[in-house]
Structures are given as structure tokens and as C-alpha cells.
């Protein structure tokens, strides 16, 4: 059983999706650690609910980004973690945390990358104008939203969207990608070589 570690600053809803898939046994790992780096974050009483082990880690209480991942890393080792999995975590991580966890990071993203990386990637899409918009599950590297993608699902932009029903959408998506996803990664069906990250059947 691979252990999972969920990283996630807010409402938690695709930290939600994943433990409901392990309940149901749609994703063959264990959540076996959740991690905030804020107080107030939702996700972390959601953990907490199903028992799960939750921990809030301030960044003010290091000194900077590195010394703040080193207390992550340091903890996720301790949890034997064997993957972890950014669930709007609004931070970028050091190349110190990419390097300890090469390609078992993973982070879900909402457009379809290369498109609209970084902030409000639902809003720049609207914004923006396009007809087809989505989201994305990739592996983390150190740049902004620019590792392997792993799978990504399309949503379209009908005539009378928002940017608040749109994401609605894009998250019912997101709910879906992630958990196959991560039980793709469990079952040791991800390749990656190079930029392409290839599905074994
Ligand atoms: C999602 O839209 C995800 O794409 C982005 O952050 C948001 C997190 O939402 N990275 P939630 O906290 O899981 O509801």
C-alpha cells in the first residue's frame, strides 16, 4: 500500500475526493498524512474528521522557503510517505523539496497546461475567452505548473458561464482526475520519460 501525503492551504474539496476514493477503494494507497500551511484550512477538519492525521506546519516559524520545506520533508519522511499529492497548496516548493521527492509529487491544476499556469487559472481561461478550458494532473518540477502531465480532461465554456460556474465545473472535473490519478501512481502505472509521462496497461 502506497502512504499518500495531501498538502492543501484551503476548502480541502479535492483532499475531500481522494479520501472518499480510498474509502471506496478506488485508489489502491492510504492517506496517511495531511499537511496545511494554514491554521484555518478547511482541509485539515475534513482530515481530522476521518482520522486522519493532520498537521498545520507555519511557514513563519522557519525562516525561509527552504527551511520551511525541510521541516515538510522532514516530517513526510518520518510518515514514510511515498507520494505526495498538492491539493491547492499555494506555495511554490524549493528545488530542495522537488529533489527529495522526484517525480512523486503531483499537483492538479485547473485549465489545461500549458495554458493558463499559476494564479486564478479558471479565470485567466474565461478571461481569456476560450471555448474549451479543463484541468490538469502533472508531476511537480520546480518551475510554475510546468512538470510532466500525467492526465488532463476537457471542459467546455458555455454561453451563459460565469467564472464561478465554470469552476464548479472544472472542479466536479478535478474531483474525478485526481483520485485516477493517484491510483494510477499507486499501482505503479506512470512512466515518465523526459516530459511525457506514459500509462502502462
Ligand atoms: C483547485 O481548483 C485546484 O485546481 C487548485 O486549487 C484548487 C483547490 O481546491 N490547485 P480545493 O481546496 O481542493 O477545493
Same mark, same amino acid.
Given at each position: 500500500?502506497?502512504?499518500?501525503?495531501?498538502?492543501?492551504?484551503?476548502?480541502?474539496?479535492? #483532499?475531500?475526493?481522494? #479520501?472518499?476514493?480510498?474509502?471506496?477503494?478506488?485508489? %489502491?494507497?492510504?492517506?496517511?498524512?495531511?499537511?496545511? =500551511?494554514?491554521?484555518?484550512?478547511? %482541509?485539515?477538519? +475534513?482530515?481530522?474528521? +476521518?482520522?486522519?492525521?493532520?498537521?498545520?506546519?507555519?511557514?513563519?516559524?522557519?525562516?525561509?522557503?527552504?527551511?520551511?520545506?525541510?521541516?515538510?520533508?522532514?516530517?513526510?519522511?518520518?510518515? +514514510?510517505? =511515498?507520494?505526495? &499529492?498538492? %491539493?491547492?497548496?499555494?506555495?511554490?516548493?524549493?528545488?530542495?523539496?522537488?529533489?527529495?521527492?522526484?517525480?512523486?509529487?503531483?499537483?492538479?491544476?485547473?485549465?489545461?497546461?500549458? &495554458?493558463?499556469?499559476?494564479?486564478?487559472?479558471?479565470?485567466?481561461?474565461? =478571461?481569456?475567452?476560450? /471555448?474549451?478550458?479543463?484541468?490538469?494532473?502533472?508531476?511537480?518540477?520546480?518551475? #510554475? =505548473?510546468?512538470?510532466?502531465?500525467?492526465?488532463?480532461?476537457?471542459?467546455?465554456?458555455?454561453?451563459?458561464?460565469?467564472?464561478?460556474?465554470?469552476?464548479?465545473?472544472?472542479?466536479?472535473? *478535478?474531483?474525478?482526475?485526481?483520485?485516477?490519478?493517484?491510483? #494510477?501512481?499507486?499501482?505503479? /502505472?506512470?512512466?515518465? *520519460?523526459?516530459?511525457?509521462? /506514459?500509462?502502462?496497461?
Amino acid at each position: 500500500m502506497k502512504r499518500i501525503a495531501v498538502l492543501a492551504s484551503g476548502r480541502g474539496t479535492n #483532499l475531500e475526493a481522494i #479520501l472518499e476514493a480510498v474509502e471506496r477503494g478506488s485508489i %489502491a494507497g492510504e492517506v496517511a498524512l495531511v499537511i496545511s =500551511d494554514q491554521a484555518a484550512a478547511q %482541509a485539515l477538519q +475534513r482530515a481530522g474528521k +476521518r482520522g486522519v492525521k493532520a498537521l498545520f506546519i507555519n511557514p513563519r516559524d522557519y525562516g525561509g522557503r527552504e527551511q520551511y520545506d525541510r521541516a515538510i520533508v522532514d516530517q513526510l519522511k518520518e510518515d +514514510r510517505i =511515498d507520494l505526495v &499529492a498538492l %491539493a491547492g497548496f499555494m506555495r511554490l516548493l524549493s528545488a530542495y523539496f522537488v529533489n527529495a521527492y522526484p517525480m512523486q509529487i503531483m499537483n492538479i491544476h485547473p485549465s489545461l497546461l500549458p &495554458a493558463f499556469p499559476g494564479l486564478d487559472g479558471v479565470e485567466q481561461a474565461f =478571461d481569456y475567452g476560450v /471555448k474549451v478550458t479543463g484541468c490538469t494532473v502533472h508531476f511537480v518540477d520546480e518551475g #510554475l =505548473d510546468t512538470g510532466p502531465v500525467i492526465l488532463q480532461e476537457a471542459v467546455p465554456v458555455i454561453q451563459h458561464d460565469t467564472v464561478e460556474t465554470l469552476h464548479q465545473r472544472i472542479h466536479a472535473s *478535478e474531483h474525478r482526475l485526481y483520485p485516477t490519478a493517484i491510483d #494510477l501512481f499507486c499501482r505503479e /502505472k506512470l512512466k515518465v *520519460e523526459g516530459r511525457r509521462c /506514459k500509462i502502462i496497461d
